[in-house]
Nanobody
Framework: QEKLVESGGGSVQAGASLRLSCTAS??????MAWFRQAPGKERTFVAG????????NYADSVKGRFTISADNDKNTWYLQMTSLQPDDTAIYYC??????????????????????WGQGTQVTVSS
């Protein structure tokens, strides 16, 4: 069974750090990513990484603060979040696709472009 399982959410103060993990089972994926969805808002792309080469892509809002990484031996990818702010409060979802991260030269950055999803983990940042 192909499944993504997340862990690592929580409640922190502004300025703190958290690390999210997503472990896949059943297969490996060429593209691995994180999305987030704040209350009343659409699910948006946060960061992505490729299985081969570890190429990364970030949303402008998290560049310099969040880092996506992967341990292919464990079939796990991570989102290290630093300098967290209240605007980062959301449910964070890991996502994956078995094919290339690029479609016509553009990164997969919309939810419809991903085939597999984790259950979501809450991240709450208070000021």
């Amino acid at each position: 069974q192909e499944k993504l399982v997340e862990s690592g959410g929580g409640s922190v103060q502004a300025g703190a750090s958290l690390r999210l993990s997503c472990t896949a089972s059943g297969r490996t994926f060429s593209t691995m990513a994180w999305f987030r969805q704040a209350p009343g808002k659409e699910r948006t792309f946060v960061a992505g990484i490729t299985y081969i080469g570890g190429n990364t892509n970030y949303a402008d809002s998290v560049k310099g603060r969040f880092t996506i990484s992967a341990d292919n031996d464990k079939n796990t990818w991570y989102l290290q979040m630093t300098s967290l702010q209240p605007d980062d409060t959301a449910i964070y979802y890991c996502a994956a696709h078995p094919m290339s991260a690029l479609i016509w030269g553009k990164w997969r950055e919309t939810p419809n472009e991903y085939t597999h999803w984790g259950q979501g983990t809450q991240v709450t940042v208070s000021s």
